[in-house]
């Protein structure tokens, strides 16, 4: 993936107040993700929202079981 990453056009997404669940379409693979990778919830600029990947060592580091996947 380039530093300027890729656009999603004429996908879905499902907001529930405990999750967000993506278009079947938006793999793990095609969002380089790992089931049970942890991300981080950031602000960005213009007010978007950006989901950062959590390095393993540091979720391990606060407490957070990793690699496990959603129930």
């Known amino acids: 993936m380039n530093n ?10 499902k907001l529930y107040p405990d999750r967000i669940e993506f278009d079947h379409e938006l793999s793990l693979g095609k969002l380089n993700l790992k089931e049970g990778q942890m991300l981080q919830v950031c602000a960005g600029p213009q ?4 989901l950062c990947k959590v390095d393993p060592v540091v979720a391990f580091a606060q407490g957070y079981a990793i690699n496990t ?3």
């Open 4 to 13: 300027n990453g890729l656009t999603f056009i004429d996908y879905n997404f």
């Open 47 to 50: 007010g978007t929202v950006i």
């Open 69 to 71: 996947p959603c129930e």
